[in-house]
Structure formats: C-alpha cells, structure tokens
C-alpha cells in the first residue's frame, strides 16, 4: 500500500522531534497540514521539504542574497584564493 499522507506520529519520527513540537510547527505555519477527523495529516509530497531536501524560494533568494553579499565584499580575494 502506497500512502499518500503521513500522520503527525509518522512525520514525528522522520524529523526525529516530538509529536507536540509538529503540532506547534502546523499551528505556525512550518508544516503544511489539513485535517482528517480529529486529527491532522501531512502530504507525502511535502516530504523532501520538511527534511530540508529540497529548497523553497524565499530559501533560495537568502543563499542569492549572501552570496552576492560575499562576492562584492571579497571578490577579490575569492578571485586569489581561486587561483592556489
């Protein structure tokens, strides 16, 4: 059987926290989840995500951000360092 959500339980263990701290995490915003029942199930697909596997845009334009950053303040010395 192939899942296609996981419980908090299950997400739990992947991130090696506890149950409490993925509610917090859902309750703030962290965790996408919907709600089954009485209780909440997160999406498979979020997975990689979650595990820091996979990057989301707001991450992706803070690494542009440092790494345009470090290029204007030492260019040169990356430049020097390149070439040893």
Do not use: C, H, W
């Not at 999406?43 to 204007?72: M, Q, R």
């Not at 010395?77 to 070439?83: F, H, V």
């Amino acid at each position: 059987m192939n899942k296609v959500f996981l419980s908090t339980t299950e997400v739990a263990k992947l991130l090696g926290i506890s149950r409490i701290a993925v509610f917090k995490k859902i309750k703030s915003g962290k965790i996408k989840a919907q709600k089954a029942g009485r209780n909440f199930v997160i999406d498979k697909n979020d997975l990689p995500f979650l595990l820091g596997k996979s990057l989301g845009k707001a991450k992706k334009e803070e690494i542009d951000k440092a790494v345009a950053k470090t290029v204007s303040e030492y260019g040169e010395t990356l430049k020097l360092l390149g070439k040893e």
